[in-house]
């Protein structure tokens, strides 16, 4: 290495930055679609979806990059994205509030923001144009995530992420646009990742795994419960935190949290949400937001639920964060035009005997 190598280098370190991990310009385009999205059997509902799945795509970059999105409107009502947790540091007007930051996107047209990826963590973007229906009811919502310049020493531990986002549904406005069933609203059915249990999917490990869940509650409060360990909270907002233990952690809506968890207990435990309405769906119980963590290895029973699932290893998004940094989809969270035929389930939420 030259001397002015060495230096490039000890400049890059000075600033937080590896050799080689310059900031980047991240270019991605989104859409958003029309569609209808079927969280549990029982319940469609109309959505307005970023590319057309909820939750919307996956936007994975690295801290101080370059971030541009042009976003086509291809529905019937006017719609924007803020970037939440975002600074906007020089570039409010990219903050997606209409009215306030832009004209709202009206159908038909685009719009392109630009700004500066400034914040690390999980984050998430979401529409802001009547946020009681177009957030709380139709899915516009997504995950995220800006990977830090110094990731802590425990994130650097970490073998294997899930991204968990839960949400709430409200039946009786579920299929006419333009309602949001305020100021008597109720909330009765309940997923994560839009699909309610057991239409959603396990997250499956390997005892030795360090395993973070980076959880999203987009609409509804949220009382978090993994059976058989204990979680080491190390993120709040996207920020760390002075880690501690937690066996049940409670969030409000709009709030994220990084739960670290060490699998040292093969079996299959259910994890859920502790707000016990909330494990229903249309007064089902047994539903709503609720998953499984499986050991690899532990033999299945014939009564278990997910014995034969027809398995989707980024239903929790844990392929993708492994992807080069861009905009990723996942079939599995599409939703369909109810002018179409329908398309075959995809894998993503399947499960025998539904």
């Known amino acids: 290495m030259t001397a002015a190598s060495r230096a490039a280098c000890a400049l890059l ?7 080689g991990a310059q ?8 859409t958003i679609e029309e569609f209808d999205f079927e969280v549990a ?9 970023y590319d057309g799945q909820v939750p919307g795509p996956l936007i994975h970059v690295r801290e101080g990059d370059d971030v541009e999105v042009t976003v086509q409107n291809n529905t019937t009502m006017s719609h924007t994205v803020h970037f939440h947790g975002t600074y906007q540091t020089g570039t409010w007007q990219m903050d997606g509030v209409p009215d306030v930051s832009q004209k709202a996107i009206e159908p038909g047209d685009s719009f392109t923001y630009r700004f500066v990826a400034d914040k690390p963590g999980s984050l998430w973007y979401h529409c802001h144009v009547n946020t009681a229906e177009h957030i709380d009811l139709r899915g516009m919502w ?12 425990l994130e650097k531990q970490v073998t294997k992420d899930a991204i968990v986002m839960f949400s709430g549904w ?3 406005v579920a299929k006419e646009y333009g309602k949001n069933g305020v100021p008597h609203r109720e909330l009765d059915y309940f997923s994560i990742n839009g699909k309610s249990h057991p239409g959603n999917q396990p997250i499956r490990v390997k005892k030795g795994d360090v395993l973070r869940l980076r959880l ?6 949220v009382a978090f419960h993994l059976h058989g360990h204990d979680s080491l909270v190390t993120h709040k907002d996207g920020l760390p935190i002075t880690p501690y233990p937690v066996d049940v952690i409670a969030m409000q809506p709009g709030e994220r949290y990084d739960l670290i968890v060490r699998m040292n207990n093969p079996g299959i435990w259910m994890a859920h949400d502790h707000i016990e309405e909330h494990t229903t769906a249309g007064g089902k119980e047994g539903a709503g937001s609720m998953l499984v963590v499986e050991y690899e290895g532990i033999d299945k029973p014939g009564f278990y639920m ?40 995809p894998a993503a939420g399947g499960h025998a005997g539904m």
């Open 170 to 172: 409200d039946s009786s």
């Open 216 to 221: 999203y509650a987009p609409n509804a409060p």
């Open 142 to 153: 997504g995950p995220m995530i800006v990977d830090p310049k110094k990731p802590t020493a």
């Open 41 to 49: 059997p029982g319940l469609t509902t109309k959505v307005w979806a």
């Open 306 to 345: 997910w014995k034969d699932v027809a398995y989707d290893p980024d239903f929790y998004l844990s392929e993708s964060l492994k992807k080069p940094y861009g905009k990723h989809n996942n079939p599995g969270f599409m939703g369909f035009d109810p002018a179409l035929p329908r398309p075959a389930a």
């Open 23 to 30: 900031a980047e310009l991240r270019k991605f385009d989104m």
């Open 13 to 19: 370190l000075a600033l937080g930055l590896a050799p």
